[in-house]
């Protein structure tokens, strides 16, 4: 697997760590603290820990899919002819 490949995949993997129901920082966890909210119930996880982690993980996606446009050519861009 090339080097970009690898990247993207990494990217994937960390939007996944987001959205899945798996996942101990998926999108069903905030849901989970917005019904508690809603009900006026406590909050089921530590809101503000779970918020950081989570923004944490975008920060690397965001990192890396910079990485992948300004510095790793596609194969497009790498089987040009000149």
Do not use: F
Request: proline share 4%; aromatic share 4%; glycine share 2%.
């Amino acid at each position: 697997m090339e080097e970009r490949e690898q990247v993207e995949q990494h990217i994937r993997d960390l939007m996944s760590l987001l959205s899945s129901s798996a996942s101990p920082i998926g999108d069903w966890k905030i849901v989970k603290c917005y019904e508690a909210k809603l009900q006026g119930q406590e909050m089921p996880y530590d809101l503000n820990e779970l918020m950081a982690e989570r923004q944490r993980v975008r920060d690397e996606i965001n990192e890396l899919q910079e990485s992948c446009e300004s510095s790793i050519p596609s194969n497009a861009e790498s089987n040009t002819d000149a």
